[in-house]
């Protein structure tokens, strides 16, 4: 299985300041043959599903703002808040759907500081 | 729009059954490959199976914690997923979500689906 790891479950950071949440995947999550990393970003708030914010490493879903942006390729992946807001208070998960089992990162709470 | 209801989640005791539903609209459900996920109480998302389309062959695969004792089933006809549970644990507790897989977006990248809103199973005595 392909195991995510998050660099960290809690982060704090002031309001209108840069957010980055760092994901590791155990083993390389790029599909040669069109050269896309299936990788995504999901946020999440109490009581409600995930959200999809970023898929293929660094394609924003439709109506995510423009704040959100993803990068990375291989085993390595970030994403990045570039202003926090008082909305993005939740937790973020990382997913792997380049194998089955897919898997998720434990998590990042994003807290403001 | 693409909606997806769940139901049948409840109280069970351990080692016994529930069936889950998902009701799904806004898309060609019988061309879907459709997923559940969970997520036990406080802690992160676990990917528990998929099943393909029937014009794939309807396979499913499942996650090692469940499998054995989870089968995921469809019906294209009522454009209804279900997810039979057995011999269910105290580590089964969870809330459900029907997900509507991976499908490749208008520039042809391959991209998560939609969730629906989950339903709670809780496994106790």
């Known amino acids: 299985d392909i195991v995510m790891t998050q660099s960290s479950d809690s982060l704090a950071v002031s309001l209108g300041e840069r957010a980055t949440i760092n994901c590791k995947s155990s083993q390389s999550i790029l599909y040669s043959s069109n050269n896309k990393n299936y990788l995504a970003w999901y946020q999440q708030k109490p009581g409600q599903p995930p959200n999809l914010l970023i898929y293929?490493?660094?394609t924003r879903a439709s109506g995510v703002p423009d704040r959100f942006s993803g990068s990375g390729s291989g085993t390595d992946f970030t994403l990045t808040i570039s202003s926090l807001q008082a909305e993005d208070v939740a937790v973020y998960y990382c997913?792997?759907?380049?194998?089955?089992?897919?898997?998720f990162g434990q998590g990042t709470k994003l807290e403001i500081k | 729009e693409v909606q997806l209801v769940e139901s049948g989640g409840g109280l069970v005791n351990p080692g016994g059954s529930l069936r889950l539903s998902c009701a799904a609209s806004g898309f060609t459900f019988s061309n879907a490959w459709m997923s559940w996920v969970r997520q036990a109480p406080g802690k992160g998302l676990e990917w528990v199976g998929r099943?393909?389309?029937?014009?794939?062959?309807?396979?499913?695969d499942y996650a090692a914690p469940v499998k054995g004792r989870f089968t995921i089933l469809r019906d294209d006809a009522k454009n209804t997923l279900y997810l039979q549970m057995t011999s269910l644990k105290i580590e089964d507790t969870a809330v459900f979500y029907c997900?509507?897989?991976?499908?490749?977006?208008?520039?042809?990248?391959?991209?998560?689906?939609?969730w629906g809103q989950g339903t709670l199973v809780t496994v106790s005595s």
């Open positions: 997900s509507t897989g991976y499908y490749y977006d208008s520039s042809g990248y391959l991209r998560p689906g939609y």
């Open positions: 293929c490493a660094s």
């Open positions: 997913h792997q759907y380049y194998n089955i089992p897919y898997t």
């Open positions: 099943i393909k389309s029937k014009t794939d062959g309807e396979t499913t």
